[in-house]
């Protein structure tokens, strides 16, 4: 866990940031945190000034460029929900998660060589023509995603396997090429334009490169094989590790120059200062080709990884994500499922239904963040039946509470949590959220006869006078009362809404939106949260 300290840090951004790189410095390593190739700055600095380069615009490669060029697009800020997805070989495996390379040649190789045979004879590369992709439809899968109420869609395009999804000329070891011998990345995002809907991609492959390890005693396996010695990468001389560097950047630029995406994300494997000269390189090129392309778009990235010009994610909300009001804009990704990755046995997968997810998103909009939800399909593409459900009465829940999600932002306070009048459960919480000039009021279970709001008990309440409250989905206007103890709404019957509950309340003075920056790490180790 990311333990959070109570330092008060300077108002000053600036600061802020410089703060943010010293303390991440000297925090312990976390045991979830993966990391990129152990490197030099001579060698960073070589596959950085390697080709392509980067194409003439405004951004240049450097961190105060970068910072001046750069804001979080409107459509991030206004979508809230999007889907992505863990799909590949792994998949096939269907074992534990998608980090099955990794363990397949020491902890689970008895159960692999039974399964599948002995490693030397059967390696992860032998999964590549069992991936035929064949249940797999990029209409109906982005027809799923759009249902469910999501603005943007963004799957993995390579995992830390080094299996690329897209077609490319980079990496030969790709779906286009062997395999289903599909360009599976550009099939999605024609779907997901057609639908109307952001694409993007998520981005591991750095990690690819210290994924596999062996140690004694090593079962005999084709880890050394010359043959796929540009699939393992399991020599790691320097000219080898200048190499992979030099395609981490290519195979970004290759993907954004192809299929244009609207948004990048990568994983943990970028974090560490030392490669810079990569990620800014990255994002210089990036942020001038959709300048080209007149559109907005972002990076998407962890803990301080990039020092400007990303969106700030959290690997699942708890317990590594901000508990109260987070400023700036931010995201948390979540399963669906028990893994990120599909799995049909040990353990056997189990899915979150919809009130799991809507009663997390409902939380982290309080706080002004957006819900990335990941999705595990199988081996051959098809999404189960438990996730399609999900998906669905998600979408059902947005199409009727909608208002108080897309193009939200926070309130002065993100909850309210009213105790349990029989003194026997949790009680009730409500998560609040602001679009234009209403307050909206989500309770997370039905609030029975009355719904009581501490926050807007007389005194206590905003500027102006409540004119009126009522429930979406819902079409009477509901009786209200303000006192001392908080604004107390008689619910009407329930009817056939469910899952949560989202009160609009009018005619207050409402804080308006924050400026459209990135939250910083910093911040979430500032209690409270300043300017609130």
């Not at 009362?481 to 609009?504: E, F, I, R, S, T």
Request: aromatic share 12%; glycine share 8%.
């Amino acid at each position: 866990m990311l333990k959070k300290y109570p330092v008060i840090l300077p108002n000053n951004r600036w600061m802020s940031l410089l703060f943010a790189v010293v303390v991440l410095a000297i925090l312990p390593k976390t045991a979830w945190a993966q990391s990129g190739p152990q490197t030099t700055p001579e060698i960073v600095n070589a596959a950085a000034a390697a080709k392509p380069d980067i194409i003439p615009g405004p951004v240049q490669p450097t961190w105060d460029s970068i910072r001046a060029n750069y804001q979080v697009p409107a459509w991030f800020i206004d979508a809230k929900f999007g889907i992505t997805m863990h799909w590949g070989l792994f998949s096939v495996a269907a074992y534990h998660n998608e980090w099955y390379e990794k363990y397949m040649y020491t902890t689970f190789a008895a159960w692999h060589a039974q399964n599948f045979g002995p490693q030397d004879k059967f390696g992860y590369k032998d999964f590549i023509p069992l991936f035929t992709a064949k249940a797999f439809n990029a209409d109906d899968l982005v027809a799923l995603v759009k249902e469910s109420g999501a603005k943007y869609f963004m799957p993995t395009c390579e995992h830390h396997d080094g299996f690329s999804l897209w077609d490319s000329d980079v990496n030969p070891w790709n779906a286009a090429k062997v395999g289903p011998k599909r360009d599976l990345i550009g099939e999605m995002a024609v779907a997901a334009r057609k639908a109307g809907l952001k694409f993007g991609v998520c981005n591991h492959s750095i990690e690819h490169y210290t994924f596999l390890t062996q140690k004694p005693p090593v079962t005999p396996n084709d880890l050394s094989d010359p043959r796929y010695a540009d699939f393992y990468w399991t020599n790691h001389s320097d000219a080898n590790l200048q190499k992979f560097l030099e395609d981490w950047v290519a195979k970004n630029i290759e993907i954004i120059d192809k299929y244009r995406p609207d948004i990048i994300w990568f994983d943990n494997g970028v974090n560490g200062r030392n490669f810079d000269p990569l990620k800014t390189k990255v994002a210089a090129y990036y942020y001038n080709r959709a300048k080209q392309w007149n559109k907005e778009v972002t990076i998407d990235t962890k803990d301080s990884a990039y020092l400007a010009g990303s969106v700030l994610d959290f690997e699942k909300l708890h317990p590594r994500g901000p508990n109260n009001i987070l400023p700036g804009i931010w995201e948390a990704e979540e399963p669906i499922g028990s893994t990120w990755g599909y799995s049909a046995a040990n353990p056997v997968e189990k899915f979150r239904g919809a009130q799991s997810v809507i009663g997390e998103l409902c939380e982290i909009l309080s706080m002004n963040g957006n819900l990335l939800l990941n999705l595990s399909p199988d081996g051959q593409g098809a999404i189960s039946a438990e996730q399609v459900t999900t998906l669905k009465e998600i979408g059902q829940w947005l199409a009727v509470n909608g208002e108080a999600v897309y193009g939200s932002h926070n309130w002065t306070t993100d909850n309210d949590t009213v105790p349990d009048a029989a003194g026997g459960g949790r009680g009730m919480t409500y998560r609040y959220t602001v679009h234009g000039d209403n307050l909206y009021a989500i309770a997370q279970s039905w609030p029975g006869d009355t719904a009581v709001l501490p926050s807007l008990a007389t005194g206590k309440a905003p500027e102006g006078t409540i004119t009126s409250v009522t429930l979406l989905g819902h079409d009477e206007k509901l009786q209200f009362a303000q006192d001392n103890q908080g604004l107390k709404v008689k619910m009407p019957a329930q009817g056939g809404l469910k899952y949560a509950y989202a009160l609009k309340i009018a005619g207050l003075k409402m804080n308006p939106p924050g400026p459209p920056l990135p939250a910083v790490e910093a911040d979430l180790r500032r209690w409270p949260a300043p300017g609130l």
